[in-house]
């Protein structure tokens, strides 16, 4: 039994659907899926479906493209009713999401946490105010989609979506997680501005996260943090806790030869 972890999977793209589709069964082992699976619902739920099938246990948590407003007729929607639809879809598959009571990873105890915390562009240099961070990142072409394929309403935007993902968060961490527990924390985006590095995109890095989570691994015990979204893997150590980037990513960012599973990411080995 095994906990397996990858991210980005984005299957727009029919390299990666292809890639997918080859992917063995693992009928003993758990997936943890840490966003960015796609931006159709359709796809998304037939993806999740999938994969229930080649695993025991599915969990899931959103990327920045589930929340994308592409689909005809999303157009006067909310990415925050979105959310809702995919959670809804996760779930009719069986799948677990941030919005589910905690599990325990069987072997160990350690408590599986999926994280929707979002970002609120506090992930910026101290000298650049709020106000001005999208047109730092414009003057080198970094902007994120998100700004106009993302609408946070009912919220005034993504920093107070964001503010209520983590408040809601903490309070359920406070009330569900049992004292001394260890926890496995998953989320799409790292949980500290130091594990962004990305030079390609150098002022990306406002549409990566929240300093609101900078010390959650340690508030919370965390064995291991499972992220994506940088599409850059790695393995980093932080106060004795385990960050793993898992991103599969686009389809020139990963090698068909090895196929998706040499890209699962070993979260939690045999037990």
């Not at 105010?129 to 609408?151: F, K």
């Amino acid at each position: 039994m095994r906990l397996w972890a990858i991210a980005d999977l984005h299957l727009a793209a029919e390299r990666n659907r292809a890639g997918l589709l080859a992917l063995g069964h693992y009928p003993e082992d758990w997936l943890i899926v840490a966003g960015d699976v796609c931006e159709s619902i359709d796809l998304f739920a037939e993806a999740l479906g999938w994969l229930t099938h080649r695993f025991a246990r599915v969990i899931w948590v959103p990327g920045n493209h589930e929340l994308w407003l592409t689909d005809r007729g999303q157009e006067t929607r909310s990415s925050v009713a979105k959310y809702a639809s995919l959670v809804a879809a996760a779930r009719r598959c069986g799948v677990l999401t941030p919005e589910d009571p905690f599990v325990a990873w069987p072997p160990t105890g350690d408590v599986i946490v999926p994280l929707c915390t979002l970002y609120d562009y506090s992930f910026r240099p101290d000298d650049i105010a709020l106000a001005d961070v999208v047109a730092w990142a414009a003057e080198l072409r970094n902007v994120a989609a998100d700004e106009h394929l993302i609408s946070a309403a009912p919220f005034q935007g993504m920093v107070e979506w964001c503010a209520q993902r983590c408040d809601e968060t903490e309070m359920r961490l406070a009330r569900e997680l049992p004292p001394d527990a260890r926890t496995i924390l998953v989320g799409h985006y790292p949980l500290r501005q130091d594990l962004v590095r990305i030079p390609r995109i150098p002022r990306f890095t406002p549409w990566c996260g929240t300093t609101r989570t900078e010390d959650w691994h340690r508030r919370y015990n965390a064995v291991v943090a499972v992220s994506g979204h940088l599409h850059v893997r790695r393995t980093d150590w932080r106060d004795g806790t385990r960050f793993e980037e898992v991103s599969l990513g686009y389809p020139k960012q990963w090698d068909p030869a090895k196929g998706v599973s040499g890209y699962l990411r070993e979260i939690m080995p045999a037990a």
